[in-house]
């Protein structure tokens, strides 16, 4: 690779509502200002080195992940509901996702996405 290839250490959380300067999601990667540059091979590689991190990651929120598990589990046990939301590529992602919950009443499980994202053609 002709650029550093920088992996990010910052699992800080984040307070919502934070100027988006602040939030690590919208953060740029340094060392990848260049990728229309680059070869098909270099972004390959790239790309694959990065998806390789990803199992990592996961393993270290696992304690995060299980109890927002089960908080909306619970929620759900007492009649509460899942709400996907999202903009952009994650709104689409979020319909896509609860569309493929298929028997899960609307009233319990639904997503929404700015300009409008409807779930299951709704």
């Known amino acids: 690779m002709t650029?550093?290839?920088?992996?990010r250490a910052d699992t800080t959380p984040r307070i919502p509502?934070?100027?988006?300067?602040?939030?690590?999601?919208?953060?740029?990667?340094?060392?990848v200002d260049?990728?229309?540059?680059?070869?098909?091979?270099?972004?390959?590689?790239l790309m694959n080195r990065q998806d390789a991190t990803v199992a990592a990651v996961v393993a270290a929120a696992e304690g995060t992940l299980v109890d927002a598990i089960d908080a909306v589990?619970?929620?759900?046990?007492?009649?509460?509901?899942?709400?996907?939301?999202?903009a952009g590529t994650s709104g689409r992602l979020a319909a896509l996702d609860a569309a493929e919950c298929c028997g899960v009443p609307l009233h319990v499980l639904d997503a929404a996405g700015t300009g409008g994202c409807p779930r299951r053609g709704r």
Request: net charge negative; no cysteine; proline share 7%.
């Open 34 to 45: 260049d990728l229309d540059l680059r070869s098909t091979s270099e972004l390959v590689e």
């Open 73 to 86: 589990v619970e929620r759900l046990a007492v009649g509460g509901r899942l709400v996907y939301a999202g």
């Open 3 to 7: 650029s550093p290839d920088t992996q």
């Open 17 to 31: 509502g934070a100027p988006l300067a602040e939030l690590v999601t919208e953060a740029s990667r340094p060392g």
